[in-house]
């Protein structure tokens, strides 16, 4: 297939794009810099070069695909208004094409606020952030367009050896450092491997029926505590130390949308497992690397 990109140098995004090639398809990927074209390149796609906060400039110059994956991530203030006004120019660019493409669009976790001891699934009530409102109208807008064949994929947080949403903790750690931990170290995490994500996204892609929802969690819940504990055991080490930070001062800190590191949830991923045939390698406390 012919795939273009958006956000093939982030973090979830490389690993997507690292699938993709492996499954033989074809990418074009959004580059926002001379450096990002070179390294989508050397990863295997051929680079168009534009911005996300002025997609008018590049969205025509998008040749026909297959599918669109988007993975890319703005967390300024403004995001909402980015990804509407991405929306406005690109849904129109894609129902112009020879054929309606598939168009993978990301959600989040966050989207469903705290569910205690609940596990959320994709028939759960959103209760998002304010943060984040914006984009449940986004995520059904691309799900009801008439012009591509919508389907979204809800990541729950995100990691890699590399670190992803452990980039702090592991840092810390090997820095000898106390460990913050945003809200609690009782906070719990619903958890997913950055290559188990991609390949997620790939049946997304390949299989899943228009207007699907998919929940990319492999690991439906552990606590904060015990996966700063897993990763010290990891780096061999021994009885980390740790320190609560406040969630207004992380949001003073990071912006108002780092209020999701506080939220406390649980997320099942077994609708992709069972229709999609979606098997995580990393499940498990035991597996996470």
């Known amino acids: 297939m012919h795939v273009f990109l958006l956000g093939g140098t982030g973090f979830i995004g490389r690993h997507v794009l690292q699938r993709l090639v492996e499954g033989g398809h074809e990418v074009i990927g959004l580059a926002r810099s001379e450096a990002s074209a070179e390294r989508l390149k050397a990863a295997g796609a051929a680079p168009l070069l534009g ?3 002025a997609p008018g400039e590049w969205a025509g110059k998008v040749p026909p695909v297959d599918a669109v994956i988007h993975a890319a991530a703005d967390f300024g203030d403004d995001m909402g208004e980015v990804e509407t006004a991405l929306l406005d120019v690109l849904l129109p660019v894609l129902g112009a094409m020879p054929k309606r493409p598939r168009f993978v669009y990301t959600g989040g976790c966050w989207l469903f606020g705290d569910t205690g001891a609940q596990v959320a699934t994709e028939e759960s009530l959103f209760d998002p952030l304010p943060a984040f409102g914006w984009m449940i109208d986004n995520m059904q807008r691309v799900l009801e367009s ?4 919508g ?3 809800h990541p729950a947080m995100v990691y890699s050896d590399e670190g992803g949403v452990f980039s702090s903790f592991m840092g810390a750690l090997r820095g000898g450092r106390t460990v913050d931990v945003i809200g609690s170290p ?3 995490w619903p958890l997913v491997h950055a290559d188990d994500l991609a390949d997620l996204y790939l049946r997304t892609m390949e299989r899943a029926r228009p207007r699907s929802v998919y929940n990319g969690s492999a690991i ?4 904060v505590g015990a996966i700063v504990s897993g990763l010290a055991a990891h780096l061999g080490m021994e009885h980390p130390e740790l320190r609560a930070v406040s969630v207004d001062e992380a949001a ?4 108002e949308w780092a209020r999701g590191y506080a939220v406390s949830q649980r997320l099942s991923g077994d609708k992709a497992r069972v229709e999609l045939g979606w098997k995580p390698r990393h499940e498990s406390a ?3 690397f």
């Open 151 to 153: 389907v979204v994929i």
């Open 146 to 149: 008439p012009e591509v064949e």
């Open 220 to 223: 439906s819940g552990m606590t």
């Open 186 to 188: 009782e906070i719990v």
């Open 51 to 53: 911005d996300l906060r």
């Open 286 to 288: 035991a597996a996470l």
């Open 252 to 255: 003073e800190r990071l912006g």
